[in-house]
């Protein structure tokens, strides 16, 4: 069993920050990477970054350079610094996990998923 649980989202204004968490829980140990997706209003659903178990993170064009993916498996916990926030950041975010040990890196576990509000 494996459970992801975000926090952190809010409202924000434009050029503000906010940090949001993936608490992980149950059979940790089968993690592998885990990545934030995000979709917004009329949007299709896109990933937004991704960190491997190794700490290696990728990021989507559209963030890159603002947004920072980040984990810590000691605390089973995965975060997402977000800076210089504007309005097309605004979504809902879920965070995801695939399976340790899966080279096709698909994301089988979901969180519920949280709403970022980016006011203009």
């Known amino acids: 069993q494996v459970q992801l649980v975000e926090s952190g989202g809010g409202l924000v204004q434009t050029g503000g920050s906010l940090r949001l968490t993936c608490a992980v829980s149950g059979s940790t140990f089968a993690i592998g990477t885990v990545a934030w997706h995000r979709q917004g209003p009329g949007k299709e659903r896109e990933l937004v970054a991704s960190?491997?178990?190794?700490?290696?993170?990728s990021y989507a064009d559209a963030v890159k350079g603002r947004f920072t993916i980040s984990r810590d498996n000691t605390k089973n916990m995965v975060f997402l610094q977000m800076n210089r926030l504007n309005p097309e950041d605004t979504g809902a975010y879920y965070c995801a996990a695939a399976r340790r040990w899966d080279s096709s890196e698909s994301y089988v576990y979901w969180g519920q998923g949280i709403q970022v509000t980016v006011s203009s």
């Open positions: 960190v491997t178990r190794n700490t290696s993170p």
